[in-house]
């Protein structure tokens, strides 16, 4: 019988602004969650990362299943009434269609889901960001699946050296998902050549090319995709499965330590490095930096331990400090040059009809 992992994960409403969620809106995701869910799920566990609420959970019943996806949106319903109830802000923001239709792709909540047969022991790793899009997810998939720099089991462990297939998607393109699939090493330069564009080409998913088996899942949607305008973040979830043949935990997380720039932070619309957070950890500067928590869990048959906070060891309040003083040093240079991401991101915002206005108040001059 296979397991599957579903993360599905929204921005229902926070306090502050866009911080954090409340404490009555968090118990009331997850009371839903048990009063109806106790007989679909085998297992979950409720989070919050800065002002979006995910929801891990285990089950029987495939990816995209209709009544796992329905169970949590439906969760996420019962949550924005709470939050309409305390005034909490952008309450409901991403649930952007009004019923429920088969799947929540496409509907506003990120989505991250891994089916497979569990191993003997099965170790994950369930990542969150906040205040940022799905290609910050890039760089540290990168390192971790194609850089034995970063990690030594692609030289180490025979089961990882015959690499690992990237199955990467174009994210602007709307009429459905336009993907490519890249093996590494061989593919390595193809591979960088997209992924150095994490605005257009993201990681969906990567695979073990030995075992032939799935280790990372990444939510990929645009929310600007679905509602035409800006209306938050894409605020990206992933799943990783580690160790065997696939990277060990700690070449997952190293990457995190370098802290790289993303897109997002205040208004979705700045370039910000990546900082290392404690589960549940909300927002502050700048309405961000953009933040990532990690939990890991060991699994059998579908049942979770208790999570590992990844990032709350003592090593990463340095890489916390170096971070800070990255975030502080770009927002020196306001809107100019790097600090702000360009136009083509920009787009969704009200920056286009201001240029309309001033495009029309330009005037040539006619040489003498
Ligand atoms: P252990 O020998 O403790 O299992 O660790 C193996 C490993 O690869 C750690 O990186
Ligand atoms: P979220 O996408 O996390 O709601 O943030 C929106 C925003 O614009 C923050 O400045
Ligand atoms: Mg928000
Ligand atoms: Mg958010």
Redesign the pocket.
């Known amino acids: 019988m296979k397991t599957t992992i579903s993360v599905i994960k929204a921005?229902i409403g926070?306090i502050g602004?866009?911080i954090c969620p409340s404490a009555r809106l968090m118990e009331t995701v997850d009371n839903y969650l048990s009063e109806h869910g106790s007989d679909l799920l085998s297992d979950r566990y409720v989070s919050y990362t800065?002002?979006?609420i995910a929801i891990v959970s285990t089950h029987q019943r495939g990816a995209n299943n209709e009544r796992i996806h329905k169970l949590c949106w439906e969760a996420f319903m019962a949550g924005t009434e709470v939050a309409k109830s305390q005034g909490l802000y952008?309450a409901g923001?991403?649930l952007l269609k009004d019923s429920f239709a088969g799947n929540v792709r496409g509907m506003g909540p990120a989505v991250a889901e891994l089916e497979f047969e569990e191993r003997p022991n099965e170790p994950f790793l369930f990542f969150a960001a906040?205040?940022t899009d799905p290609g910050a997810y890039n760089f540290p998939l990168y390192m971790a699946f194609a850089d034995p720099m970063n990690t030594p089991g692609l030289m180490l462990s025979p089961s990882m050296a015959e690499g690992f297939r990237f199955v990467i998607m174009d994210v602007n393109y709307t009429e459905g998902d336009r993907v490519i699939d890249l093996n590494a090493p061989e593919d390595l330069y193809s591979i960088a050549t997209l992924l150095r564009d994490p605005e257009r080409y993201v990681v969906e998913s990567i695979w073990s090319r030995g075992a032939r088996e799935q280790s990372v899942a990444v939510s990929t949607s645009r929310?600007h995709n679905i509602a035409g305008k800006?209306?938050?973040?894409?605020?990206p979830v992933m799943l990783v499965r580690v160790q065997k043949d696939f990277p060990a935990t700690g070449e997952v997380l190293a990457p995190f330590a370098i802290g790289h720039y993303v897109a997002?932070?205040?208004?979705?619309?700045h370039q910000m490095p990546l900082m290392p957070v404690p589960l549940n950890s909300g927002?502050s500067y700048?309405?961000?930096p953009p933040v990532v928590s990690c939990a890991a869990f060991a699994m059998h048959q579908g049942k979770m331990t208790e999570p590992v906070d990844a990032f709350a060891h003592p090593f990463w309040d340095t890489v916390r400090k170096q971070v800070s003083k990255k975030a502080i040093g770009m927002r020196q240079q306001g809107f100019f040059g790097a600090a702000m991401l360009p136009m083509s991101e920009l787009e969704y915002t009200g920056i286009v009809e201001k240029l309309d206005v001033l495009d029309k108040r330009f005037t040539v001059r006619r040489s003498v």
């Open positions: 921005d926070s602004g866009h800065g002002d979006d952008g923001q991403d906040d205040k929310l800006y209306t938050g973040k894409d605020d997002g932070s205040m208004r979705g619309s927002i700048f309405d961000g």
